[in-house]
């Protein structure tokens, strides 16, 4: 299993009035991390939509461990731990730069194709994810 890292800066709008990150952009950050693990391994989500595939989200959880304050370095880290058939599964965890674990996750993805039809990725795409 491949995992790819990636930071981030927490912004002010992130936060709620007590200063804490509010938890809706985990689910940003997580997908930021992968889209950037997808980059990582030289492919793009416009790749696959050009070609006519599109990664949906089916599932997402997420557990939240510590707050996230404004200005943290964040570390996003994103693995694949699953591609079976039209399925794809990522995992995440999230740190400060105190490497503090903030939040772990995972999301459950099915390719469709342009008439939103389940599909499985072309091997061109699959054999850069794996």
Known sequence: MTTCRMTLRVRYAETDA???VH????LV???EGRSDFLRQNGVRYTDFEKSGYFVVVVRAELDYKA???YEDEI???TTLVRQRGKVLEFSYQAFNDGGVLLATARTVHVVVDRN???V???AE???KLV
């Open 29 to 31: 950050w997580f997908e």
């Open 125 to 127: 795409f699959l054999e």
């Open 18 to 20: 007590q200063g804490i």
């Open 116 to 118: 939103r039809k389940p």
């Open 75 to 77: 570390t996003v880290e």
């Open 67 to 69: 707050p996230a304050f």
């Open 23 to 26: 938890h809706s952009r985990y």
């Open 120 to 122: 499985t990725l072309p």
